[in-house]
C-alpha cells in the first residue's frame, strides 16, 4: 500500500506527487512512539529511583534491576541522562516521520538527517549493552527494550533509502522549508524537555532536602533543643480563658488557634487527652487567632499586602463570638468543652449550630442570645489577635509552652508525614513536662 504527499497548494502539472510506502512509514512511526515512551518510562524511572514506580516496573530479579543501571556512572551522557537523551532522538525521529516520511530519490540526501542520529544513537545503544553486559552486575529490562526498538528503527530506516535509478526530472521530496521547519520544532522541543528536566531535577533535590530535613527536625531531641532555644516571651494569661486542667499546674500551654483550622482541631484532640494523661501538671489555655479580617486586624493587613483572601475562613468569627458567650456564662472549663464540640461540628458551621451545642455544655440558649449582643466579646478577641501579633504568630495553630514558642507540637508517622504518631508525641510531651 502507499501514501501520497504532495503541496499544501495541491499538485501541479511541473510538481510530480511523491509516492510513499504506507506499510513502512507506519512502522518507522510505531517504532518512533514506542522508543519515546519507553525513555520516558526510563526518565521517570531515574528520577524515582528506589521509588514506588521502578519497584511496580523494574524488580525482577537479582539479574534484572533498572534501579541498579540507572543509578550507575554509566546512566548519563555529558550530564544529561540516557534516557531523557532518548526521549529528545525519538521525539526528533517522530517529527520526521510524521510531518516528512521518507524521502524519494531526488530528495534522499535529506534522509541522512534521520539515519545519522540512528547510526549514533545505535553506537549508544551497543555501548549501554556492553556496560550491562560486561561492568554492570544487572541487566535493565527496560533499557534493552529501548534499545531493540532502536534497532529495529535502524533497519527500518536502512530500508527507507530510495534505490535504483533516479527518475528523470524528478521534485525533491522533502523540501527544504519542511525540513526547516521539522529541524526547528525539534530544536524546540530539546529546549522545552532540558527546562522541564532542569525543572523537575530542582524539584526532586528540594524534595529530597525536605524529607532529610524533616527526619531530621521530627525526633524528640531536636524538638526539644529547639524549644529550650526559643525566646522566653511574656505570655500573659487572664483567669478566665478557656481553658482544660488544674489553674495550679506547673506548666502552662497557649494555643493561638481557629475554630475552622483542621490543625487546630487536632491539637485540640491531642490536649483533651494530654490533661487527663498528666493530671495536675500541665494546664491547655486556648486564645483566639480566627483567619478571617472581619475580627482579625493582621489577616486584614496581610491581604493588604499581597493577594489572597481576606477570609479564608468565613464562619470562624462568629464561632470565636460564641465561644466567648459561652465563657462569659459558663466559665472557662465551660468554654474549652464548647470549643471541643465546634470542633467536632467544624464543617457544619456555616448551619450555624451554636445553640445547639450550647445546650451541650449546660448552657440556656435563651441566655447565650442575649450574651452574644454584648460588644465586650469582640474586644476579647480582639486583644487575643493584638497579643498574637505582638509575639510574631501570623497564622493558626502556633502553640508556646511556658512562654517559648514550639517549633511543633507532635511527631509524624515516618511513613505518613500527615498523620501523627501519637505514642512517640505523648513520650514527647512526657519528656517537656518531667516528672513535676
Not at 512511526?29 to 518510562?41: I, R, Y
Not at 551522557?77 to 510524521?98: I, K, Q, R
Not at 531535577?201 to 521530627?218: D, G, P, T
Not at 493588604?304 to 483572601?309: E, L, M
Request: proline share 6%.
Amino acid at each position: 500500500m502507499t501514501s501520497e504527499i504532495t503541496s499544501a497548494a495541491g499538485p501541479s502539472p511541473s510538481v510530480e506527487a511523491h509516492v510513499q510506502p504506507r506499510g513502512l512509514r507506519i512502522t518507522l512511526l510505531a517504532l518512533c512512539l514506542a522508543g519515546l515512551v519507553v525513555s520516558f518510562l526510563l526518565w521517570m524511572m531515574q528520577a524515582d529511583a528506589r521509588g514506588a514506580l521502578s519497584s511496580a516496573l523494574c524488580s525482577i530479579g537479582q539479574r534484572m534491576a533498572c534501579v541498579d543501571v540507572l543509578g550507575s556512572r554509566y546512566a548519563k551522557f555529558v550530564g544529561v541522562p540516557w534516557a531523557l537523551w532518548g526521549c529528545l532522538y525519538f521525539s526528533f525521529l517522530t517529527l520526521w516521520y510524521w510531518l516528512i516520511g521518507l524521502p524519494n530519490h531526488a530528495g534522499r540526501a535529506w534522509h541522512v538527517l534521520p539515519f545519522a542520529s540512528n547510526v549514533v544513537s545505535m553506537a549508544g545503544s551497543a555501548w549501554m549493552v556492553y556496560v550491562m553486559a560486561a561492568r554492570l552486575p544487572t541487566w535493565c529490562p527496560w533499557c534493552l527494550l529501548a534499545h531493540g526498538v532502536n534497532l529495529a528503527l535502524f533497519v527500518a530506516a536502512w530500508r527507507g533509502f530510495p534505490r535504483g535509478p533516479e527518475p528523470a526530472g524528478q521534485t525533491p521530496w522533502p523540501r527544504r522549508g519542511r525540513v526547516l521547519g521539522v529541524v526547528g520544532a525539534s530544536a524546540a522541543i530539546a529546549v522545552l524537555f532540558f527546562l522541564a528536566a532542569f525543572a523537575f531535577i530542582q524539584f526532586a533535590a528540594a524534595s529530597a532536602w525536605r524529607a532529610r530535613y524533616m527526619e531530621a527536625a521530627n525526633t524528640a531531641d531536636y524538638l526539644i533543643w529547639r524549644h529550650a532555644r526559643a525566646t522566653l516571651v511574656d505570655l500573659p494569661v487572664r483567669p478566665d480563658d478557656p481553658a482544660r486542667g488544674a489553674a495550679e499546674a506547673p506548666h502552662v500551654v497557649v494555643v493561638f488557634s481557629d475554630l475552622e483550622c483542621p490543625h487546630c482541631r487536632m491539637f485540640d484532640r491531642f490536649a483533651a487527652r494530654l490533661v487527663e494523661r498528666a493530671p495536675g501538671r500541665v494546664r491547655v489555655v486556648f486564645k483566639h487567632y480566627p483567619l478571617c479580617a472581619a475580627c482579625n486586624s493582621a489577616v486584614a493587613e496581610q491581604t493588604a499586602r499581597r493577594a489572597g483572601p481576606a477570609c479564608p475562613h468565613p464562619f470562624a468569627c462568629d464561632a470565636a463570638m460564641a465561644v466567648e458567650a459561652v465563657r462569659q456564662l459558663g466559665g472557662p472549663a465551660a468554654a474549652a468543652r464548647y470549643i471541643s464540640q465546634l470542633f467536632e461540628h467544624a464543617d457544619a458551621l456555616a448551619e450555624r449550630p451554636y445553640e445547639r451545642l450550647v445546650l451541650q455544655v449546660g448552657l440556656e440558649p435563651a441566655e447565650w442570645r442575649a450574651a452574644m449582643d454584648d460588644p465586650a466579646l469582640a474586644r476579647r478577641v480582639a486583644d487575643d489577635v493584638a497579643l498574637a501579633k505582638q509575639l510574631g504568630v501570623s497564622g493558626a495553630g502556633v502553640v508556646f509552652l511556658d512562654g517559648r514558642r514550639m517549633h511543633d507540637w507532635r511527631l509524624s508517622d515516618a511513613r505518613e508525614p500527615n498523620r501523627t504518631d501519637e505514642q512517640a508525641t505523648f513520650d514527647l510531651w512526657d519528656r517537656l513536662l518531667g516528672s513535676d
